[in-house]
């Protein structure tokens, strides 16, 4: 994932905090990280996997 392009979430502010960034990796899997720890450890989702989490994100099951 070292070479991989990270954007940040367009959930995450400006001001610091809690913020994301998500990479596009080979097979249409996607990665996310912290944006405060872009050295530390990512995960990497399946296509079927990040459906179903965005979906969880979406309906407010993380909150």
Not at 13 to 27: F, K, R, Y
Not at 52 to 59: D, H, I, L, N, Y
């Amino acid at each position: 994932m070292t070479r991989s392009t990270w954007r940040t979430s367009s959930y995450s502010s400006d001001q610091g905090g809690n913020c994301l960034e998500v990479a596009d990796l080979p097979n249409d899997c996607q990665a996310v990280r912290d944006s405060k720890d872009p050295d530390g450890p990512a995960l990497a989702f399946t296509p079927a996997a990040w459906s179903a989490f965005t979906a969880s994100v979406r309906a407010g099951q993380f909150d």
